[in-house]
């Protein structure tokens, strides 16, 4: 599988995201589009940039009862993305409808993955909100494991968090983690940060990187910063 970087494209409009991507001229990086972009642009903003010629990774983590998860992830499926996700916390029977609801009639369906725990989550909230009574890491390994049980290709998680992950469930079970900083860069409020250099080492897939791209001088020469370290 070959590791890219993703670029979390999170504009609050079409017209800002066009703006953004008409400055790359010469590739079409792979975008994430989230919450923010989707809910204020609909799924035309998927079709648009599909049309385009990137890739899109559509990032609304769905958490709901299987059966709604399972239809609202065959018209996702139909937008003709190329990755998307959902909360493990759902469960494997969610998931695995999910999975089906993912799966287009010729066999073919985008990448799927879990999203763990999320990285605003403290230990201490975690157990003292949730009353989950283990450390985080086992929770997000647990999780990583039920999400592989369930079928998924991979999780959503910190760099710092891929190596254990991969530890867990296998080399080929993807990660996908933001939280990406160049060493010399602001890390805004983001806490658990490495470099794409060091995401690379420790095993990450995918990095996502926002505002280190987006809100840089020079977004294009920024991404292929990202590129050649974190891709070589
Ligand atoms: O701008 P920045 O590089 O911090 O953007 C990171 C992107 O990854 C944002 O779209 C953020 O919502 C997303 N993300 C994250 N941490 C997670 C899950 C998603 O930062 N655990």
Do not use: W
């Amino acid at each position: 599988m070959g590791k890219d970087v993703i670029i979390a494209c999170d504009f609050s409009s079409a017209q800002a995201t066009f703006d953004f991507l008409d400055r790359f001229k010469e590739e079409k990086p792979f975008v994430k589009i989230g919450m923010e972009l989707y809910y204020a642009e609909g799924p035309s903003i998927v079709k648009e940039i599909k049309k385009r010629g990137h890739k899109i990774f559509l990032d609304l983590k769905l958490h709901d009862i299987p059966n709604t998860v399972k239809k609202s992830m065959s018209v996702l499926s139909g937008l003709d993305v190329d990755m998307t996700n959902l909360h493990a916390a759902g469960t494997i029977d969610m998931m695995k409808a999910a999975l089906e609801g993912l799966t287009r009639e010729d066999g073919t369906r985008p990448i799927l993955i879990a999203v763990t725990q999320l990285t605003s989550t403290s230990e201490e909230r975690m157990q003292n909100e949730l009353l989950i009574n283990a450390s985080i890491n086992d929770t997000i390994v647990k999780y990583a494991g039920n999400a592989k049980q369930a079928g998924l290709d991979g999780v959503v998680c910190s760099p710092l968090e891929a190596g254990m992950v991969k530890d867990n469930c296998g080399r080929e079970f993807i990660t996908v983690t933001p939280g990406v900083r160049f060493a010399d860069g602001d890390v805004g409020d983001q806490v658990r940060v490495t470099t794409p250099a060091r995401a690379k080492e420790i095993g990450s897939d995918y990095i996502v990187v926002g505002r280190p791209i987006t809100a840089a001088e020079d977004p294009v020469a920024a991404y292929r910063r990202c590129v050649s370290e974190f891709v070589g």
